[in-house]
């Protein structure tokens, strides 16, 4: 059973447009989001991460939206480059970081 | 400063043989964390060591070891490898292992099960 469900599997978005992925979860014990974002032949790099006592985060053109009573988490991508093609990861942990719980990943593809 | 380095970047072996991977963590990061991660899946966590001790373990089965060194450079030990074993090895390193600390990942070691 997947702990944390990862949406759409892939994404194709004009240059200048907005990346939207969303992922559920169902463990309310989950109290940290990050979301990585990994290139082909590199591990995944951390991008941005939220704890649930806030709703939104925001840092450069990304942007965590958290909504607690739904269990559900979005990561927005503002002004899509092509430089932003990769493949991004939602994961969810308990609070001892004991481990992350990834989702299955979204393949985006920006157009120039 | 340098992030987390994995060695070797690419190996193959055979079935029933065993491997040894290596990581170096970020210079002060005290913990470290092991994941596979399969082709076109996200990573799925192996074990999390602190301070030389483990203080996680995934679902995977007792063929599968770690250890932490006291410089808190860490080695995964597969041994008896299946061709399932394919995947791509991460290791990540954190300041604690508390705290949500955020996991910094290395580039991995592509294993490949002939």
């Known amino acids: 059973q997947q702990q944390v469900k990862q949406s759409p599997q892939s994404l194709i978005v004009q240059k200048g447009g907005i990346s939207i992925i969303n992922c559920a979860y169902e463990?309310?014990?989950?109290?940290?989001f990050p979301w990585y974002q990994q290139f082909p032949g590199k591990g995944p790099a951390l991008l941005i991460a939220i704890r649930p006592d806030v709703s939104e985060k925001k840092e450069g053109r990304f942007t965590i939206s958290f909504n607690k009573s739904a269990k559900q988490f979005s990561l927005h991508i503002m002004d899509s480059q092509p430089g932003d093609s990769a493949t991004y990861f939602c994961?969810?942990?308990?609070?001892?970081?004991?481990?992350?719980?990834w989702g299955l990943g979204t393949s985006l593809a920006v157009n120039p | 400063d340098a992030g987390v380095t994995q060695s070797p970047t690419h190996l193959i072996k055979t079935r029933g043989q065993h491997v040894t991977l290596r990581c170096s963590p970020i210079s002060g990061h005290k913990s470290v964390s092991w994941y596979q991660q399969v082709l076109g899946q996200g990573p799925q966590f192996i074990f999390q060591y602190y301070e030389k001790e483990e203080r996680g373990r995934g679902n995977f089965p007792d063929r599968f070891s770690a250890r932490q060194f006291p410089n808190y450079s860490s080695e995964l030990n597969v041994n008896a490898l299946l061709l399932g074993d394919s995947a791509l090895y991460l290791c990540?390193?954190?300041?604690?292992?508390?705290?949500?600390?955020?996991?910094?990942f290395g580039d991995g070691t592509r294993l490949s099960i002939l």
């Open positions: 994961a969810a942990s308990p609070g001892n970081n004991r481990k992350l719980i």
């Open positions: 990540a390193s954190s300041l604690s292992s508390t705290l949500n600390q955020p996991q910094h």
């Open positions: 463990n309310t014990a989950f109290d940290y």
